[in-house]
């Protein structure tokens, strides 16, 4: 059951004001505007220039555009601030470009506390004069689909528009535990917020980094545009992004807010703190020899300072530098740590075993006596309205693929008794066709999911339409037949969710050797510089047992070892054995 409204004790005292939700964004970018004021806030007289600037929503196409007004204080031309009231429209626009119509935000303001409160009355309150942002549910802020489970990953609604059953059904055993209201100290790491002249300000990086950054968005600013990025991808902007002067220093002010703000990033956000004996990333940092290339006024010096982070010292291969600031002359070199090497030679291993054996590449579905294979290196989701088009045409889908696979195994008069999912070399991807792979195998799947920071916990359990009658019972799984998943250290995040789940259900058997782990969702980030990264964020996989959660970052042991990557791509031999070990 959801939680009840709790506003009336928690938000400020006082009536609500309802402000429009039209987007300040919405309008067409008007000339570059610079203004001065000088007005007198708690800690002082703050003199504010304002700068009117574009900002781009996804891509660079007319209708993702519109205006954001910045704020620089006290001569600092490169930090800058908006206000709340502004990080609100932003949040509307951007979230509703990720088809969230129903998504709303209402703001109420106390003196120096402001809060925003969702359409479905979760809050969260900026206190400029304490430097704190509270969240009573951060988990519950976030989520999109009101319908939907905490921290949902399977993230489809189970209905098309004209409300007829499609693709998943959620059960009714799901679970859900929420988690506990969280405060976030940016005050403590030297980030200011303030309030003056009635408006509340904070910086753009800690908007990005705590709010946009959970709906899969994060700002970059070049200087003279903001740009919103989904899931990471710079690609619809790299030409203007990168079109820009290259100063040839960071200024010292942006070098120290740049350094806080990615403590206070990663100490709030990582996931593998705990595993990673890292109590604070300032003190890791000291440690580690980073933290005066971070603080750097060289941008290249500092970039690869964070890009030696990444590799060489989280080292999850969730984390990663993905692009480098505007800032920076050149990319950073790519230094590797010891799991992100031996990652590299076990893909070269594996690559070179099975193209010896599929010169042009392994099919996706293929048939060897009594068993079946199918075979993907990623989770991935194209453009596919699977009710009306061909499964066949469109088998670099996954769900496609399952689709595909399951009417081949099932058919009349069909030979097949043994049923193997290669994802000896599958990194990952998207979580829902994950969810609809483990619903094909077992009927009804199951994905937990923690979240240290909050002590959030669920578990969506769901079932899967395979063969497409909008129907979701015993015809819509392979449990009839002897289960297999074909795993290596290669098979990681969802290529390792989905074998810990076929594992701890007791009706598939692993093949292989120990899949390489990956228990956190990836989290993609920014910096206040310019920087793309990504790390292991907070959201953990995990598996059930006795009612307790265990995340699965230790990767899943197989039931039956197969020594050499050779072993795995002679199906001939490897169809002989397994009927040997399906022996009756």
């Known amino acids: 059951m959801k939680k009840k409204n709790k506003l009336a004790s928690i938000l400020l005292a006082g009536s609500l004001m309802f402000l429009p939700v039209c987007c300040h964004a919405e309008a067409e970018p008007a000339e570059a505007a610079t203004e001065v004021e000088t007005s007198e806030a708690a800690g002082g007289v703050y003199e504010m220039e304002k700068k009117t600037a574009t900002i781009y929503y996804g891509n660079m196409e007319a209708e993702r555009k519109g205006t954001i007004d910045l704020y620089f204080v006290n001569g600092v031309d490169d930090v800058p601030y908006i206000s709340?009231?502004?990080?609100?429209?932003?949040?509307?626009?951007?979230?509703?470009?990720?088809?969230?119509?129903?998504?709303?935000?209402?703001?109420?303001?106390?003196?120096?506390?402001?809060?925003?409160?969702?359409?479905?009355?979760?809050?969260?309150?900026?206190?400029?004069?304490?430097?704190?942002?509270?969240?009573?549910?951060y988990d519950a802020f976030?989520?999109?689909?009101?319908?939907?489970?905490?921290?949902?990953?399977?993230?489809?609604?189970?209905?098309?528009?004209?409300?007829?059953?499609?693709?998943?059904?959620?059960?009714?055993?799901?679970?859900?535990?929420?988690?506990?209201?969280?405060?976030?100290?940016?005050?403590?790491?030297?980030?200011?917020?303030?309030?003056?002249?009635?408006?509340?300000?904070?910086?753009?990086?800690?908007?990005?980094?705590?709010?946009?950054?959970?709906?899969?968005?994060?700002?970059?600013?070049n200087g003279k545009d903001v740009f919103i990025l989904l899931g990471g991808n710079l690609a619809p902007f790299e030409e203007a992004y990168y079109n820009v002067p290259h100063p040839a220093r960071r200024s010292e002010a942006l070098a120290e807010f740049n350094?806080?703000?990615?403590?206070?990033?990663?100490?709030?956000?990582?996931?593998?703190?705990?595993?990673?004996?890292?109590?604070?990333?300032?003190?890791?940092?000291?440690?580690?020899?980073?933290?005066?290339?971070?603080?750097?006024?060289?941008?290249?010096?500092?970039?690869?300072?964070?890009?030696?982070?990444t590799f060489m010292h989280l080292d999850d291969l969730h984390s990663a530098f993905a692009k480098h600031s505007?800032?920076?002359?050149?990319?950073?070199?790519?230094?590797?740590?010891?799991?992100?090497?031996?990652s590299l030679a076990d893909m070269e291993r594996y690559r070179k075993a099975r193209k010896a054996v599929f010169p042009d590449g392994a099919p996706a579905y293929e048939e060897v006596g009594n068993t079946a294979y199918i075979t993907?290196?990623?989770?991935?989701?194209?453009?596919?309205?699977?009710?009306?088009?061909?499964?066949?045409?469109?088998?670099?889908?996954?769900?496609?693929?399952?689709?595909?696979?399951?009417?081949?195994?099932?058919?009349?008069?069909s030979p097949i008794k043994n049923v193997v999912l290669d994802l000896s070399n599958n990194g990952g991807g998207a979580a829902p066709t994950a969810a609809f792979t483990i619903g094909m195998f077992l009927g009804e799947g199951s994905i937990s999911v923690a979240n240290p920071l909050t002590g959030a916990l669920v578990t969506q359990n769901f079932k899967a339409d395979l063969n497409l009658d909008r129907k979701f019972d015993e015809k819509d799984n392979l449990l009839n037949y002897n289960l297999f998943c074909l795993t290596s250290p290669n098979s990681f995040s969802c290529g390792n969710l989905v074998p810990s789940a076929l594992k701890n259900s007791h009706r598939v058997t692993i093949l292989g050797q120990t899949s390489g782990g990956g228990a956190c969702v990836v989290q993609n980030m920014t910096t206040a510089d310019g920087c793309v990264f990504t790390i292991s964020g907070p959201y953990r996989l995990a598996y059930t047992k006795n009612g307790s959660f265990y995340d699965i970052d230790q990767g899943v042991t197989p039931d039956f070892v197969l020594p050499t990557p050779e072993q795995f791509y002679n199906r001939k031999a490897l169809t002989n054995y397994i009927n040997k070990i399906m022996w009756k």
């Open 326 to 342: 505007y800032m920076m002359k050149e990319k950073p070199e790519r230094r590797f740590g010891t799991s992100c090497r031996q």
């Open 142 to 221: 976030m989520l999109h689909n009101p319908n939907a489970t905490l921290m949902d990953l399977v993230a489809v609604s189970g209905f098309n528009e004209q409300g007829e059953a499609e693709l998943f059904q959620r059960s009714d055993t799901s679970f859900e535990r929420y988690g506990e209201a969280i405060t976030f100290r940016p005050g403590d790491y030297g980030i200011d917020m303030f309030y003056q002249d009635g408006e509340h300000y904070l910086p753009l990086q800690l908007f990005s980094d705590i709010l946009l950054s959970q709906n899969a968005m994060n700002t970059l600013y």
């Open 259 to 309: 350094y806080n703000e990615l403590c206070f990033a990663l100490d709030s956000l990582y996931g593998l703190k705990e595993q990673h004996n890292i109590k604070k990333f300032d003190t890791m940092f000291m440690q580690s020899g980073l933290k005066w290339k971070l603080l750097s006024t060289d941008p290249q010096e500092a970039g690869q300072a964070l890009c030696d982070l």
């Open 376 to 413: 993907f290196d990623e989770f991935a989701v194209e453009d596919v309205d699977y009710y009306t088009a061909k499964a066949e045409d469109h088998l670099g889908d996954t769900m496609s693929l399952m689709i595909h696979s399951f009417s081949k195994i099932t058919r009349k008069d």
């Open 84 to 137: 709340v009231n502004t990080a609100k429209d932003v949040l509307i626009r951007a979230v509703r470009v990720l088809d969230a119509p129903a998504y709303d935000l209402t703001m109420e303001t106390k003196g120096e506390k402001v809060a925003l409160s969702r359409e479905t009355h979760y809050p969260v309150i900026f206190d400029c004069e304490e430097d704190t942002i509270f969240f009573w549910d």
